[in-house]
């Protein structure tokens, strides 16, 4: 044990009526939810690198936190770092939690020395797992921060680069491979571009499929029985990203013969960015089969910045869970806190309130969900507009040709008469629920 917590319990279910800010008041892993246990429904995630490996640092400044584990460049300090984070799962009860290559192990420079601290801190975390039961969601390879990322991995113009990235998946595959994960991701934060002027974008996009696709084998190959997950975000750290939401990655899956192979992992942030809502962006993804899992936070409105905070915003969230649930629920997905403190907020005690708070957030939307699809009312008011299409002769017209669709339109003189959306009604109902 480390005192890094010293004085904080661990958190439980105290009922929507506590006022103790470490006790969660909604997120009671063992209450039942249309038929499955609400730890089952969320399958809640701490992200390494937000909670333990950034430092606090924005575009103005550096370092704000201080953690017995910095520096973080030495293999001592990551195992401390990995006590800590055990420490946090276990007072959360987090089922799960995530990494990248680079959050966990410093950062030596080259690839072998990174292979080889990369299995002997994650030989370390398959101790701690079978000691705690905390499983992997997802592990990951940050493709993106150090400076030999900085003109994209896989879509680098350098082919010494491209074959780096391929090491390194290789090598974080078969990290998350040997720990039992359930998924592993791909986020192209580099592979996008600043300037036409210096990019082939059509070769770059041909070297990410093509990347893509030995990634597939790879995991084939090694009897990896997760889900291969890409997450879309449209800018920031590129101007362009090629992965920019969810329809533009479902376009490339299929380009490139994929869309049976891998689903995508979607953020709220990122789906903002986007100039999507985070439901649309659930919704499209179940509609194309490629609803994988969720990076779950909350952007700022107003600083067109991927700002990750903690998900405070009940409405949102019962949003994006009832489309979660109307897809069937995760199969192999969960709900990844991919969330960083303000850097403000320095004590260990805020790190802990964050996660508390943003669980319940989760698991109040959860049962708002769970609540408006067992009363039926939008299902009933979908139902209702799109009645038409139950008879057979609309239904035709789908089998049928423009040609004979205007003969029927002349024949029977159809002349459609509007019909109200009822947007402010299911408005007020959705209020009923959150
Ligand atoms: C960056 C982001 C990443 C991915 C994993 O915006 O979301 O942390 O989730 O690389
Ligand atoms: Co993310």
């Not at 009526?17 to 209450?31: K, Q």
């Not at 915003?313 to 629920?329: C, D, F, Q, S």
Request: aromatic share 12%.
């Amino acid at each position: 044990m480390t005192n890094f917590f010293e004085g904080i319990p661990k958190i439980a279910y105290e009922g929507a009526n506590s006022t103790n800010p470490l006790a969660f008041r909604h997120y009671n892993p063992d209450e039942m939810v249309m038929g499955k246990r609400m730890e089952d429904h969320l399958r809640f995630s701490v992200a390494y690198w937000h909670s333990f490996a950034w430092e606090g640092g924005d575009p103005f400044g550096g370092q704000t936190f201080e953690r017995p584990w910095y520096p973080q460049d030495n293999m001592a300090n990551a195992k401390l770092k990995a006590d800590v984070a055990f420490e946090l799962f276990d007072i959360l009860n987090a089922p799960f939690f995530c990494f990248h290559d680079a959050d966990v192990r410093p950062e030596t420079g080259n690839f072998a020395d990174n292979a080889s601290t990369l299995d002997e801190m994650t030989d370390y975390f398959a101790e701690k797992m079978e000691a705690t039961g905390t499983r992997l969601l997802w592990g990951t390879a940050n493709m993106f921060s150090h400076r030999r990322w900085m003109s994209g991995a896989s879509t680098n113009p350098d082919p010494d680069v491209f074959a780096f990235a391929a090491a390194t998946v290789k090598s974080c595959l078969d990290a998350t491979h040997k720990l039992g994960g359930q998924n592993y991701v791909l986020w192209g934060g580099r592979e996008g571009y600043e300037t036409l002027l210096n990019t082939d974008l059509s070769t770059e996009l041909d070297h990410m499929g093509r990347f893509l696709n030995m990634v597939v084998d790879y995991k084939h190959k090694i009897g990896f029985e997760g889900t291969i997950l890409v997450e879309p975000k449209p800018q920031e750290p590129s101007k362009h990203q090629y992965d920019y939401d969810v329809a533009t990655c479902f376009g490339f899956l299929k380009n490139y013969g994929l869309e049976n192979e891998v689903k995508i992992n979607i953020e709220q942030g990122h789906a903002i960015l986007a100039g999507h809502s985070f439901e649309h962006e659930i919704a499209t993804a179940a509609a194309l089969g490629v609803f994988g899992s969720i990076d779950m936070n909350r952007n700022d409105y107003q600083s067109g910045w991927d700002t990750d905070q903690f998900p405070n915003n009940t409405p949102e969230v019962a949003l994006a869970y009832y489309h979660i649930l109307k897809a069937g629920g995760y199969t192999t997905g969960g709900t990844n806190f991919d969330a960083k403190l303000r850097r403000q907020s320095l004590d260990p005690v805020d790190l802990v309130a964050a996660h508390v708070g943003g669980m319940d957030t989760c698991a109040r939307g959860l049962k708002a969900a769970a609540a408006m699809i067992e009363d039926g009312g939008l299902e009933a008011a979908l139902g209702e507009r799109y009645a038409g299409w139950q008879n057979a002769s609309a239904k035709a017209m789908l089998n049928s040709d423009l040609g004979s669709i205007a003969q029927r339109v002349l024949d029977k003189g159809i002349n459609p008469t509007p019909k109200s959306g009822r947007q402010e009604i299911l408005e007020n109902y959705v209020n009923r629920f959150v």
